[in-house]
């Protein structure tokens, strides 16, 4: 719905938070930094393009949505650092719109160097007649089947324009002078890029239906054809209701998902101005809500090119390393037995934790298996393990979280999977997410019934394991597997238990247990807090820390995206962004000299905190403490090839990498947390 003039919040106030928004924005910025960064190989450079617009893409889809709502229902409230929800779209609009048209030089750039690389992604007037010829049958013959022309104006009644999608807005004229503009959607199940004869020789798809228009309007006078793209709203909310009823309503929310309302327009920039305002009357957008583009739109499909076979033009492959004592599934719990496991992913294999569960499977001595699933993925060793585990006849529950935004199709597929093989599977609960990564494996042994588990910080998904760093912990520890097992029994059945011996657990005892730690580190003066997080948001938190640091504890934070604390005296905030995305949630409080660490799922966000199951776990053997405090922390908090520094107005800065650089993750990449440990 077009908005009207946004109102201004009231007298503006000096206040101790940075914006969410613009916060996140400019964590998207520091993405576009590696497509812009001359060190990152060619085709990485792309990729880093193509997360830099699906980032954005999402951000609008839902956080900007979220904020049109609220100014559309005169909802005036501001946000805690003191701007309305028409401020915050306003500054928004200003910040996103010319990164977005950076992002476009930025190709420009890229596509020129490829092509000094012998990877060229060429215009249909680049190419000889030969070529066209042969790129004109391949449009008869593949792509006019599956393009649908619709008339957009005059129709009584405007076509659907799905999410996402990449179009030609085709400005025709009739014999009889009358004109009409009609839509044409580059579909989205062929190619992006198009191969022209050579291997690494391509025409994007919409090049190739622009020069083909002709035969998809015979008979019409074809005036001009622009491109354009719309998002719409994603964030159709799942309303509280019986967990029977779950799956049936989230396939109708996705459904929904679909037709959510319009959000942005982004078009050509040379698009006439009378096309533009037509699109925009049509989707009900006002001019703030239109990016004009001078480049490729749809960066997306660079996630395409850079799956391309040259090895030069990309990233060393990476090969974790698979400790010789977690290489197989017999022999894993007898390890774990002899004292607690940290693995660091992906410089630790992620077979570890998929061997945990093949063991559990194949183990005759296990009986029970429990595990919760966020993000599967489309391929899951792990749930192949469970299914296997069921047939064998041990007991297996699963807690599927079907709420895991742009998953659920997924995760709704393996419950069904999971549920024909006799799996008790549950979905948790209709008003929280289940985001915590457990799981329980419970043996007969000669001495009775013994536990183990795993509790880490990223998903069990052996493609994200790939790309993410996550840590995790595999460990007998008695108290540590009760309080998964009971916290197992809060998740599946019904339980009001409010304490648990050594874990924190949200949206229960989190919260209170990190703003304890925070107080202890304050009476003790001189304490140190690290936190290496995805978000710091919550209020709350950020106040604690803030006094914390008034009261002389050093406060070290590797935020990697939002971060709403402004730095200050004691204060110092660093993001890592690199290769691999840093996804990994430490807390290290010094603790007097006797430090404490917890890994787990949970940022420090009001959803995180309130709205989701979440687990803290303490680490509690000493070697593993030390390794993480005195070596995965300290390394990031000397990267200087990697990090950004945030500075108090709330933009960053790349750290300087002097004499002797150091990029953590390359370091990890050498110096594997479990080849240390277990050596």
Known sequence: MAR?????????????????????????????????????????RAKFLGIFESNLDEFYMVRVSGLIEQFEGGLLEASVDGLSPGDQLEAIAAVAAPMRQEACRVWLEIREKLAENGVRVLRMEDLNPSQVATLNDYFAHEVFQVCTPLILVPNPSVPFISNRSLNLAVVLEEPSGAAKIARVKIPDVLPRFVRVGRRYD???????????????????????????????????????????????????????????????????????????????????????????????????????????????????????????????TSGLFETIKKGDVLVHHPFDSFRTVENFVASAATDPTVIGIKQTLYRVGAQSPIVESLLAAAEAGKQVAVMVELKARFDEDNNMAWAKVLERAGVHVTYGFADLKTHCKLCLVVRREAAGLKSYAHLGTGNYNPATARTYTDVGLFTDDEAITQDVAELFNYLTGFSMQRAYRKLLVAPIN?????????????????????????????????????????????????????????????????????????????????????????????????RNLDRRVEVLVPIMARPLVEHIFGTILETYLHDTSNAWELKEEGGYVRRESGKKPLDSQAWFATHPGSKQLLS
């Open 510 to 606: 989190l919260r209170e247990g990190v703003l304890k730690r925070i107080e202890r580190e304050i009476k003790h003066k001189s304490g140190h807090i690290i936190l290496k997080l995805n978000s710091l948001v919550d209020p709350e938190m950020i106040d604690a820390l803030y006094r914390a640091a008034d009261s002389g504890v050093k406060v070290d934070l590797i935020i990697r995206g939002i971060c709403c604390l402004r730095p200050r005296r004691n204060i110092r905030i660093v993001s890592i962004i690199g290769r691999f995305l840093e996804h990994s949630r430490i807390l290290c409080f010094g603790n007097d000299g006797k430090p404490e660490v917890l890994i787990g799922s949970a940022d420090l966000m009001r």
């Open 4 to 44: 009207l003039k946004k109102l201004k919040s009231t007298e503006p106030q000096e206040r101790p938070y940075l914006n969410r928004e613009l916060s996140w924005l400019e964590f998207n910025r520091r993405v576009l930094a590696e497509a812009q960064d001359q060190t990152v190989p060619l085709l990485e």
């Open 202 to 328: 391509f025409v994007a798809l919409e090049d190739l239906i622009q020069a083909n228009l002709q035969l998809l309007f015979p008979g019409v006078r074809i005036v001009g054809a622009h491109l354009f793209r719309v998002l719409r709203d994603a964030d159709v909310e799942i309303r509280e209701l019986e967990a029977g009823d779950l799956i049936e309503t989230l396939q109708e929310t996705l459904r929904l998902r679909r037709f959510g309302d319009p959000v942005l327009l982004e078009v050509n920039e040379d698009m006439p101005e009378e096309i533009r305002k037509t699109l925009l009357g049509l989707l009900k957008l006002d001019e703030s809500d239109c990016f004009k583009l001078s480049g490729l739109m749809g960066m997306d499909g660079l996630f395409e090119l850079s799956r391309l076979d040259r090895a030069t033009l990309k990233y060393k492959p990476h090969v974790p390393y698979l400790a010789e004592p977690l290489a197989t």
